[in-house]
Nanobody
Framework: QVHLVESGGGLVQAGESLRLSCAASGYTFSSYSMGWFRQAPVKDCEYVAAISCTGDTTAYADSVKGRFNISSDNAKNVVYLQMNNLNLEDTAVYHC?????????????????WGQGTQVTVSS
């Protein structure tokens, strides 16, 4: 059974940093590409970042480019999202997702498995 469990969220002030983790189990981690998405209250789910199954390719939403970094550790079956210089607009529940394709990027419908999410709240 596939499980994706996010952790690392919390309450921080604007300008601070957080690192989210997503621990995966129940499937061959290195065969799946991964993505991070977020959902703020009364907003649609928003793509944040993605990484290919090999870890060689990454991409980011324009709103986080230069501030966020996605990485993966295939030995530990974990994907990370390092978030720097957080601002109020980054407040959301952050979900990791797994896609059976080598690369899915922002194509949300290609992600088969989703975690429950971790709350990130940025205060002024």
């Amino acid at each position: 059974q596939v499980h994706l469990v996010e952790s690392g969220g919390g309450l921080v002030q604007a300008g601070e940093s957080l690192r989210l983790s997503c621990a995966a189990s129940g499937y061959t981690f290195s065969s799946y590409s991964m993505g991070w998405f977020r959902q703020a209250p009364v907003k649609d789910c928003e793509y944040v970042a993605a990484i290919s199954c090999t870890g060689d390719t990454t991409a980011y939403a324009d709103s986080v480019k230069g501030r966020f970094n996605i990485s993966s550790d295939n030995a530990k079956n974990v994907v990370y999202l390092q978030m720097n210089n957080l601002n109020l607009e980054d407040t959301a529940v952050y979900h990791c997702a797994a896609s059976p394709w080598e690369w899915s990027g922002r194509r949300e419908d290609e992600y088969d498995y989703w975690g429950q999410g971790t709350q990130v709240t940025v205060s002024s």
